[in-house]
């Protein structure tokens, strides 16, 4: 079953302030600006081909983060892109990576879910649709070799996420090799997530994380958009308190 042993996972040696972070009850650093991205409006629906010079993205109203997921450190040559549009039906997302090299399941396919995904090279997105409840949001994630994960997550019951939810996501990936930039193109259903249609002006909780590099949580670069109010070396993503806001933009 998926985040059994997560390793990400705030553990009872992180003692109480951990215990509110998995609960949901953790509030950013109020000297950092809260973070917000702008989801333009897309006149028409396509599918995802990982091609991110068409007009929907070069219009797109970007964000970039570098920042250690749980440190100081920031990794510069690393910093990744992230853009969003949105249709009535449809949320789509956006990723730029550079890399050095890439770290990815061998010899695998891609029509079924990669459980422990994170383990490797990754992008996520944590989206939560209801403000009013930040223990409850979806966790999508795509690997450079198109591999795939996506989890309902709610932190008030055990296990956290349900293993049997599935939003049929569809998602893309190219690659740079001159320039050495990986891209993920993701389009998500929001009935999938319990949103009938998506409305201009609308407002929910969003994070972005990457994965990147060989090792363990340890040594590898885990970085975060919104800042993780705890940061532990090998602790969690998991901490809605660190999620800023995706704003759905006024229709084109």
């Known amino acids: ?138 966790e999508f994630e795509i690997a450079p070799n198109n591999q795939w994960l996506d989890t309902e997550i709610d932190l008030t019951r055990k296990p956290i996420n349900d293993a049997g939810w599935n939003s049929g996501f569809e998602h893309a990936i190219r690659f740079d090799g001159e320039k050495r930039v990986w891209t993920a193109e993701m389009r998500i259903p929001v009935r999938s997530m319990g949103i009938e249609a998506i409305h201009e002006g609308m407002e929910w909780k969003i994070n972005f994380y990457r994965c990147d590099g060989p090792g363990d949580d340890l040594t590898r670069r885990m970085m975060s958009w919104g800042r993780l109010p705890v940061r532990v070396p090998g602790g969690t993503y998991h901490q809605p308190g660190s999620f800023g806001t995706l704003h759905f933009g006024s229709r084109s």
């Open 1 to 138: 079953m998926k985040y059994q042993t997560r390793r990400r996972f705030l553990y009872a040696a992180m003692g109480a302030a951990a215990g509110s972070a998995i609960e949901g009850q953790c509030v950013a650093d109020l000297k950092t600006p809260p973070s917000m991205i702008v989801s333009n409006h897309s006149n028409g629906d396509s599918k995802p081909d990982g091609n991110l010079k068409k007009a929907m993205w070069s219009a797109a109203k970007p964000v970039w983060f570098d920042q250690a997921a749980f440190s100081d450190a920031r990794y510069r040559e690393f910093k990744t892109k992230v853009a969003s549009c949105w249709s009535a039906q449809f949320l789509y997302l956006a990723f730029w990576c550079p890399y050095e090299t890439l770290t990815v399941y061998q010899g695998e396919g891609t029509e079924a879910e990669r459980d422990r995904l994170w383990e490797r090279d990754v992008v996520e997105a944590f989206i939560g649709p209801d403000p009013q409840t930040p223990s409850h949001y979806y």
